[in-house]
């Protein structure tokens, strides 16, 4: 049944950029150091001080409006936003008002494009702890992005979401840790009945994580559908997420853009980009997530097995350099870094960080080239990774001193059926009444009495031929 009402999403995303220093000082831009160790003069305010632009934050914001399909303005200017909080000790943040870096861009998610309005160059406020307020997060720099009210359900807003994570990943310009905040968003919701007008909308402020994005939505669409078939009123307010009551709660009546009293920026003077540095950030721009998609499919890997790598970008990373050594198959490759590849970073996620990623990567290329050829069982290969992950060591030499070469020798194979079909008559016998499911049982006996050696292929067609064998013979018999 169509429901009576229609829920309007709109997001406003903030990202911190992957810069070395922050927006307008040479603090660093940090996570996790002791409470105001990372701030200066300049950072927490003090009178005197004058602000110089990150040209770096300049060019990952540029980045993310090209990536974003936005088209891009040359007129770069910022502006004061003013507001009074304790953690903005200046007493306002230099934003962007009237010329934002980009606009008017779209996100595309499986053929829909989701319209983005614009994305503005922000600097990050302070975060108010237990004993006070910690101003090392001042001045990081930051973009927000903001879509039009465009999405109709959760699951769409937090698939925006997601794809956007990725592109900015992707794209170098922020390492969006969602647990360290540094990609937290407000969203607007707002309810209407079918065929009037667009409600009046809430918005969830500084949300952060996919759940809570996603708990929140569903939370507000109730609560507003209910005030709206009370025949109350929704009201303009911004409210906060609480994560643990699963609620949100009002914070304040929403703030109109005038309460802000937007100007320029005194402390420097309007620039204009030029179109050569648009087209090198452009040029700069590495592949994005959907034109990977089209790329793996053009590897002949499937939709599903893509989006795996895609959505995991370390994955993706060896993915790619291992393609480009060309030793071996695309499609055995995506099979291992899916399976024992994931299995392994998942447990010991900073391997990578830790280890020559060539080494890892020729490794890969090497065990997928011996399964192609039909050299090692998976089970082989398994042991093979886990051996050169443990000492290190080229995989020909550690498949020779593991002797792990699988044996397609006919004469052991039939030797070896014969055995597991003698240790298992029951199964033999289910097999010809019918249950053929035993089949796998069987061979994966052999591959166990084998130690993974024996190829599993050839042991299937052994068992077939001889249950089948033995079937006509006693056939003949009775
Ligand atoms: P403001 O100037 O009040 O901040 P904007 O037009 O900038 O308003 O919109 C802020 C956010 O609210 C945007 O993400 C937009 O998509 C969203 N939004 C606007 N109207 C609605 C609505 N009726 N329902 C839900 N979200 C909305
Ligand atoms: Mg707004
Ligand atoms: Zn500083």
């Keep these: 049944m169509v429901s009576e009402f229609e829920t309007i999403i709109g997001l406003e995303v903030h990202t911190e950029l992957l810069t070395e220093t922050k927006m307008y000082c040479s603090c660093k831009n940090t996570f996790g150091k002791k409470e105001n160790t990372v ?15 990150n040209k770096r934050a300049v060019e990952l914001a540029v980045r993310a409006g090209l990536a974003l399909n ?29 010329a934002p870096v ?23 406020a302070g975060k108010l702890y237990e004993n006070g307020i910690d101003f090392n997060r001042c001045g990081i720099p930051l973009i927000e992005l903001v879509t039009k009210p465009c999405f109709n359900s959760a699951a769409e807003a937090v698939d925006f ?14 390492d969006c840790r969602i647990e360290r905040g540094s990609m937290r968003c407000d969203v ?16 969830l402020k ?18 507003q559908k209910k005030l709206i078939e ?130 890892f990567c020729l490794a890969l290329c090497k065990i997928a080239r011996l399964r192609e050829k039909g050299v090692i069982s998976s089970t082989a290969a398994k042991l093979l990774f886990e051996n050169h992950i443990a ?12 002797k792990l070469e699988q044996i397609s020798d006919s004469d052991y194979i039939e030797e070896l059926v014969k055995r597991v079909l003698d240790e298992n008559p029951k199964s033999v016998e289910d097999y010809r009444k019918g249950k053929t499911n035993v089949l796998a049982f069987l061979v994966g006996w052999c591959m166990k009495l084998s130690e993974g050696k024996s190829d599993p292929v050839l042991c299937r067609e052994a068992v077939l031929n001889r249950i089948n064998d033995d079937s006509s013979q006693r056939g003949e018999r009775n």
């Design 102 to 124: 980009g606009e008017n861009g779209f996100l595309e998610i499986k053929g829909k494009k989701y319209p983005i309005s614009d994305i503005h160059l922000e600097e990050d």
């Design 230 to 359: 009370e025949g109350k009123c929704v009201f303009r307010e911004t409210r906060r997420w609480d994560s643990q009551k699963k609620e949100s709660v009002i914070l304040r009546s929403k703030e109109k853009t005038a309460d802000y009293r937007y100007f320029d920026e005194p402390d420097f003077s309007e620039i204009t980009l030029s179109d050569d540095f648009i087209r090198e950030v452009f040029s700069l721009l590495p592949m994005l997530p959907n034109k990977k998609r089209l790329y793996y499919a053009s590897l002949g890997i499937s939709t599903q097995v893509a989006e795996d790598i895609v959505i995991d970008p370390e994955k993706d990373r060896i993915f790619n350099e291992c393609v480009d050594l060309n030793l071996c198959d695309a499609k055995t490759l995506s099979g291992l870094i899916n399976g024992i590849v994931a299995e392994f970073l998942n447990a010991e996620p900073d391997y990578l960080k830790e280890n020559n990623t060539d080494e």
């Design 391 to 402: 000492g290190g060591g080229d995989i020909d030499i550690l498949l020779k001193e593991l």
């Design 206 to 223: 500084n949300v952060s994580g996919f759940s809570n994005v996603y708990e929140g939505i569903l939370y507000e669409e109730k609560r």
């Design 39 to 53: 701030i200066c003069p300049l950072c927490t305010g003090y009178p005197g001080t004058l602000p110089a632009v």
């Design 188 to 203: 607007n919701v707002s309810v209407h009945r079918r065929g009037e007008p667009y409600g009046e909308r809430c918005e």
């Design 161 to 174: 979401l997601k794809e956007l994570r990725l592109i900015m990943i992707y794209s170098g310009v922020s």
């Design 70 to 98: 936005c088209k891009i303005n040359r007129r770069f200017k910022m502006s004061r936003k003013n507001y009074f909080y304790p953690d903005l000790p200046k007493g306002y943040q230099i934003s962007q008002f009237d």
